[in-house]
């Protein structure tokens, strides 16, 4: 089966990974730009960063076999830093226009602060100003419903086109309100902090899947890039075709992603 | 040996992924009814756990045996 991992963090990965995804079906990963584990005190340092996400990994994905994509942000907790946002922001443009860069993101809100708010909507700004896609992230844990809250707020207050926005790490008691206000919404599987692969096959039997997007996001931290397959595996025991499967796990990103032209790959019909 | 605040600290979130996982399969189950019209057949593994719950509740278990007695309870369970 072909499938597109829609959110993973490759820089934080190793080559092993790459290869053991490409045995196991993956041919393309989007990478957002996301916090480092450390705040980065320079601009500078972003921009090498965003380099890197765009020209110099693509190369590394590739020695597999898979298609690497990006995004580029300053993510909501490096957001906290008004004058470096800014700094960013005001080079971003130039890699919006890369090859391999599929929009803004992730930016969102972390602890939902005034700045990080102020961060948030000059991101979609700008997305909208340059007709990009946004990816927004949701809080974690205890700060993921005020937080998401929060953030379909600042996008009700703006002239956004809901199409082009994912809204990413929802969770049961987050899905509705992001799929009624017409945004995308993403799972992020977790081993520990965030949705599991069970409880996201539970939500794609629960609710309309036209708009749902899975991922592993997989970054240097207590994460794991197969729990996608995990959860396509519990899937299918679950006796849905291997054609839904398709849907969810290639088609959905195709469809969302596709909205960018540089995104080429198609969405997939299989004769079982 | 972990102090009682390092304990919490350290053990809360993978406890709370695994209650999640419990109350995540008691509404699979609640889904499929409604779904297939009907309840299991044998609900005895569902009243199971809701009883499990019901021991790991109790407000103070001054010997510390909740998983010896969460054992002896699943045991009855064929």
Redesign the interface.
């Known amino acids: 089966m072909q499938i597109i991992q829609p959110h993973y963090h490759a820089i934080a990965r190793t080559a092993q990974d790459y290869e053991r995804m490409a045995m196991s079906g993956v041919v393309a990963v989007c990478e957002p730009a996301f916090w480092a584990g450390f705040d980065r005190r320079h601009p500078e340092t972003f921009i090498d960063y965003f380099a890197q996400i765009s020209e110099f990994e693509p190369t590394r994905a590739a020695e597999f076999g898979i298609r690497h994509y990006c995004w580029v942000a300053v993510n909501p907790k490096e957001a906290e830093n008004r004058e470096l946002t800014q700094e960013v922001l005001k080079q971003m443009p130039e890699f919006l226009e890369k090859p391999t860069c599929l929009g803004v993101g992730e930016t969102g809100l972390h602890k939902s602060t005034a700045n990080e708010i102020e961060s948030l909507q000059a991101h979609v700004e700008l997305a909208m100003k340059h007709d990009q896609l946004v990816l927004i992230h949701t809080p974690h844990l205890s700060d993921k419903a005020h937080g998401t809250k929060t953030v379909l707020e600042v996008l009700a207050g703006m002239d956004v086109n809901p199409d082009k926005i994912w809204i990413d790490h929802v969770e049961e008691q987050t899905i509705e309100p992001v799929l009624d206000a017409g945004y995308w919404a993403g799972m992020t599987l977790y081993p520990v902090t965030k949705c599991s692969p069970r409880r996201a096959v539970d939500i794609l039997e629960k609710y309309p899947r036209e708009r749902l997007l899975v991922n592993s996001s997989a970054d240097w931290g207590p994460s794991d890039p197969f729990t996608l397959q995990e959860s396509i595996v519990e899937f299918r025991r679950r006796g849905h075709s291997l054609q839904d499967a398709v849907e969810i796990y290639h088609n959905n990103p195709c469809r969302f992603l596709g909205q960018n032209p540089k995104w080429d790959i198609k969405p997939i019909t299989i004769s079982e | 040996m972990l102090s009682p605040q390092k304990t919490l600290d350290t053990y809360y979130?993978?406890a709370r992924?695994d209650l999640?996982?419990v109350a995540?399969?008691l509404?699979?189950y609640d889904?499929a009814v409604k779904r297939d019209g009907e309840k299991a057949e044998n609900e005895s593994k569902r009243f199971s756990l809701l009883k499990a719950m019901e021991i790991l509740s109790k407000p103070d278990h001054p010997s510390a045996n909740r998983a010896e007695q969460l054992l002896n309870h699943f045991s009855e369970i064929s």
């Open positions: 979130l993978e992924r999640l996982e995540a399969m509404d699979r889904q």
